[in-house]
Every structure is written in structure tokens, then in C-alpha cells.
């Protein structure tokens, strides 16, 4: 049997909440969810191939359907997530994650910012092993766009394995989702949870 979610007309990150909820209540093995922007799609497909679903897409320019299909032996409803280990071993490397909601550091003049910030990230490999997220929301996420100038230092630390997120509903306000050129597009959810794991949250 089929399930269907309608999630238009939601923001984010209600369409991967309301999918998260309808996983957690039934043990379901296909599943149709419709979404109106491109921000959703994104982050329920990738929140159903996480939960072991076959994704496929389907648009008509206006809203999408996107579906989920998995062996029928494999349906079970989600289980909560497990909680984050806090025990460290002597020497082991941190979990620092670095939100960034704006193009410019600090407050005063934007000209010396936006070179402060370009900087920043240009620095930030520095960190090595101890730097694990980067967090792009509000304006920061125009720091993954076509037109960064930090564009190469950000594809350079993705290329490194650091975790690039960024914000698919600030995307879609700018207007910048087709202008994305790294890192992954993703919801308040994922947010959250990631800072649940990290050892450490820094704020620009």
C-alpha cells in the first residue's frame, strides 16, 4: 500500500519532519511525498535514501512528487536516533562546527568584513582534523554560490571531507539554489542534529 504525505505549502524544515513523523508511526515500504520547492525535494529525498528507500522524482515545474520504495521485508518503523557519545579518548581530535550566516565578519564596516571573512575561511584548513561541519545559513549561504570569492577553499575542504551544509530554505529565498556550487543543501533538522554531535559550535 501506498502512503501519501502532502507537504506542500510547508516550510522547511516541516516536509522532512512530517516524513520523519509518518516513518516513525508506520512500518511502510513506499511512500509519495509532494513538495512545492526545490529545497524540499533535496532534503526528503536524501532523508529517504538515508532510511534505505529507492528515490525517484517526478515534476511538473510546479511541485514535485518525490517516492520512496524499499523491499517490503525491509518496512519498519524508524527508530529514534541514537545519543551522542561524549566520552573522548586522550589525544582524539574534536568535533568543531562552524556556522556562518553571513558574507562578512563582524559588525562596522562591510568592506573590511567581507575581506575578514574571506580570510576566515581561507585560514580555517588549519583547524586539520579538528574542523568538522561547516554551516551556511541566511546570507552565509551565499558563500557556496558561483560567485564566491571563497568558492575554491570551500570545494578544497569538501574534497578534504569536511561536511558542508547549507541551507536549502535560505537558498530558495535568495534565489540561489541553481547558483549552489558546493556543499549540500539542507534543513533545520540536519541542523539541529548536527549540533547535538559536535564537541564544539562557533557562531559568525
Given amino acids: ?57 517526478d515534476s511538473d515545474g510546479i511541485s514535485s512528487v518525490v ?10 518503523v524508524l527508530e529514534p ?25 563582524g559588525r562596522g564596516d562591510a568592506e573590511l568584513g567581507e575581506k575578514l571573512m574571506i580570510n576566515f575561511i581561507k585560514t580555517l584548513k588549519e583547524m586539520g582534523k579538528d574542523l568538522w561541519q561547516l554551516v551556511l545559513v541566511n546570507h552565509g549561504v551565499k558563500l557556496s554560490t558561483i560567485n564566491s570569492a571563497v568558492l575554491e577553499e570551500l570545494q578544497d575542504l569538501e574534497a578534504a571531507h569536511i561536511s558542508i551544509l547549507v541551507c536549502g530554505a535560505c537558498l530558495t529565498h ?12 539542507t534543513n533545520m533538522l ?9 564537541d564544539k559550535v562557533i557562531n559568525l
Fill in 1 to 57: 500500500m501506498i502512503k501519501e504525505l502532502d507537504c506542500r505549502k510547508l516550510d522547511c524544515p516541516a516536509p522532512v519532519l512530517q516524513t520523519k513523523k509518518l516513518l516513525e508511526t508506520n512500518a511502510l515500504n513506499h511512500v509519495r511525498i509532494l513538495v512545492d520547492n526545490d529545497a524540499a525535494v533535496e532534503n526528503v529525498s536524501r532523508f529517504l535514501s538515508f532510511h534505505g528507500f529507492e528515490v525517484a522524482v
Fill in 81 to 105: 536516533a541514537p545519543a551522542p557519545k561524549t566520552d573522548k579518548s586522550p589525544g582524539s581530535s574534536q568535533k568543531i562546527m562552524i556556522m556562518i550566516s553571513a558574507t562578512q565578519m
Fill in 174 to 185: 535568495l534565489g540561489l539554489m541553481e547558483e549552489k556550487k558546493v556543499g549540500q543543501t
Fill in 67 to 76: 517516492e520512496g520504495i524499499k523491499d517490503a521485508a525491509e518496512a519498519r
Fill in 190 to 198: 540536519d541542523i539541529v542534529t548536527a549540533m547535538q554531535y559536535a
